[in-house]
């Protein structure tokens, strides 16, 4: 079955950098884009960013646009977020999913990054 | 970006009654090649997302037959026919037509 499980999630001071991972299993990974979301506390969803099946396209939203970078190592079955520059306002569960049609079909658990001195 | 808004954001719902969820996009979500990449999205307390309908209509597996989604254009509807328990949480809709995917605020719903 389709498993995705993030990590490197933690607590980081204002301006300093994070990298989360997204280990998946279940599917051929090489097949498929794969998005990253996030949720701050108590709030609603927000998608972060997105790459092709191959590496060969990514997408951001504007407010990560320059700070955050995706990325994917298609020997390893897991797709990256290098996330810089951070600020208290990226404070979120950020959960990986897999794209498919337009669409996120099978999510992780999330992992907590906390923005804060 | 498009803009995706959800009404209502709360929605009590007494047990065995049907709830009804709107979400209009700002612009049209029909794609070039004619496919809505309009989903709807479940989260119950403490969960991950689940995915519901994607393509404005199309049930996930395992999803029961009481979610249905429609639409059309820039309007779009999430029905449940009778609310169970297990259905309180956070409904969200999501348009994967433009980038950047967009989602709508979220609403709630809970048991009267």
């Known amino acids: 079955q389709v498993q995705l499980v993030e990590s490197g999630g933690g607590v980081v001071q204002p301006g300093r950098s994070l990298r989360l991972s997204c280990a998946a299993s279940g599917f051929t990974f090489s097949s498929y884009g794969m998005h990253w979301v996030r949720q701050a506390p108590g709030k609603g969803l927000e998608w972060v960013a997105v790459?092709?099946?191959?590496?060969?396209?990514?997408y951001y939203a504007d407010s990560v646009k320059g700070r955050f970078t995706i990325s994917r190592d298609n020997s390893k079955n897991t797709v990256y977020l290098q996330m810089n520059s951070l600020r208290a306002d990226d404070t979120a569960v950020y959960y990986c999913?897999?794209?498919?049609?337009?669409?996120?079909?099978?999510w992780g658990q999330g992992t907590l990054v906390t923005v804060s001195s | 970006d498009v803009v995706m808004t959800q009404s209502p954001l709360s929605l009590p719902v007494t047990l065995g009654q049907p709830a009804s969820i709107s979400c209009r996009s700002s612009?049209?979500?029909?794609?070039?090649?004619?496919?809505?990449?309009l989903n709807w999205f479940q989260q119950r307390p403490g969960q991950s997302p689940r995915r519901l309908i994607y393509k404005v209509s199309n049930r996930d597996s395992g999803v029961p037959d009481r979610f249905s989604g429609s639409g059309s254009g820039t309007d779009f509807t999430l029905q449940i026919s009778r609310v169970e328990a297990e259905d309180v949480g956070m409904y969200y809709c999501m348009q994967g037509t433009h980038w950047p995917y967009t989602f709508g605020q979220g609403t709630k719903l809970e048991i009267k």
């Open positions: 999913a897999r794209d498919l049609y337009g669409s996120a079909d099978y």
């Open positions: 790459i092709w099946y191959d590496g060969s396209n990514t």
């Open positions: 612009q049209s979500l029909v794609y070039s090649d004619g496919n809505i990449y």
